[in-house]
Structures are given as structure tokens and as C-alpha cells.
């Protein structure tokens, strides 16, 4: 049986959603596809183990500018092949990871909240609440 379908095959028997198994049989391939870029030829995972996952994890953060959610899912599927798929599980590895873009809540002072209750005047307080939150 080939690795991918081994992939495929372990993820069905964990029951894994099938959107699951097509995009960690994709995360997958795409790691040896890159391995094969570099080498020149295919490289069984086995062989790679920690500074190979170090280095496509890096190249999607970098290289393809992959956003974390993205990468994370990268990093899910090469655990699980490591692990539950070659049972040779992955140590340590530390790999450039995208960064997560930092959001701020939007507040309005008291003031703000003031000048737009006033602008309403005669409406209702749901009609206020409905247009506070948009």
C-alpha cells in the first residue's frame, strides 16, 4: 500500500471526517513534492523526520506566506503521519510559524456612546441597540 493511501486508510479508521482525510492526504503529498524540489529525487518521510518538517514548515511560512490556521493544519497532518501512520513519533522541532494577525476590540468611549444616543432622539431603544452594532 502506498503512503498516501496509508494515509487515507488511518484517517478512515479514526473516522475522520472525509474533508479531514483529503486535506491531510494533500498536506502530505505537498511535503514530499517539496522534499523531492530539494533532493532531486523522493525521499521517504522516514528519512526527514524533525529537520524536514522544519524546513517545509518554514518554506510555507516564508516562502508561500501560508497564514497560521493554514500552517497549523500542515502541522496536524505531519504529526499524524509521523505518528499514528510510519508510529515513528516526531521530538522537538522548531519552525518559523506564521504569525496570527493581532485583533483589538472596537470600543466607543462614553462620550461616542453619548453623541449617538443623542442623534437618535425619538427612536426606540431596540431601534438604537440594532444600529449601535452594526
Known amino acids: 500500500m502506498k503512503l498516501l493511501e496509508q494515509v487515507a486508510a488511518a484517517c478512515r479508521v479514526r473516522h475522520f471526517a472525509p474533508a479531514t482525510v483529503d486535506v491531510y492526504g494533500h498536506?502530505?503529498?505537498?511535503?514530499?513534492?517539496f522534499h523531492f524540489r530539494l533532493a532531486g529525487r523522493w525521499v521517504h518521510p522516514r528519512e526527514l523526520r524533525e529537520g524536514g518538517v522544519e524546513r517545509y514548515l518554514t518554506h510555507l511560512a516564508v516562502d508561500r506566506d501560508l497564514s497560521a490556521s493554514s500552517q497549523n493544519q500542515a502541522v496536524c497532518a505531519l504529526v499524524f503521519l509521523y505518528r499514528e501512520v510510519l508510529k515513528e513519533p516526531l521530538g522537538e522541532f522548531a519552525?518559523?510559524?506564521?504569525?496570527?494577525p493581532q485583533r483589538l476590540p472596537t470600543v466607543l468611549s462614553v462620550a461616542e456612546v453619548c453623541r449617538k444616543l443623542a442623534a437618535f432622539g425619538r427612536y426606540t431603544p431596540k431601534s438604537c441597540a440594532l444600529a449601535l452594532s452594526a
Open 27 to 33: 498536506w502530505v503529498e505537498d511535503y514530499l513534492r
Open 95 to 100: 519552525a518559523v510559524r506564521a504569525k496570527r
